[in-house]
């Protein structure tokens, strides 16, 4: 196995829906700029809340992705 080096880097995903939603939408639009994502780790996880109901879910991510040679 080849020696290599990742970076990790914190993205926001916000939905309506589910935690699960914004993780995805966080992963996605990420994947988009960057290359070769590996690991997508939950760091916190919280609820936007108006009037006594959920508004919307948000979760904090620790990404990485390999650095290219």
Do not use: N, P
Not at 13 to 33: D, H, I, K, N, P
Not at 44 to 65: K, M, N
């Amino acid at each position: 196995m080849a020696d290599s080096v990742y970076r990790v880097t914190e993205v926001i995903g916000v939905s309506s829906e589910s935690w699960e939603a914004a993780a995805r939408s966080a992963v996605e639009t990420a994947s988009q700029t960057v290359r070769d994502l590996r690991i997508a780790e939950v760091v916190r996880q919280d609820l936007t809340i108006d009037e006594g109901g959920v508004v919307s879910y948000r979760v904090r991510l620790d990404i990485s992705f390999k650095y290219e040679h």
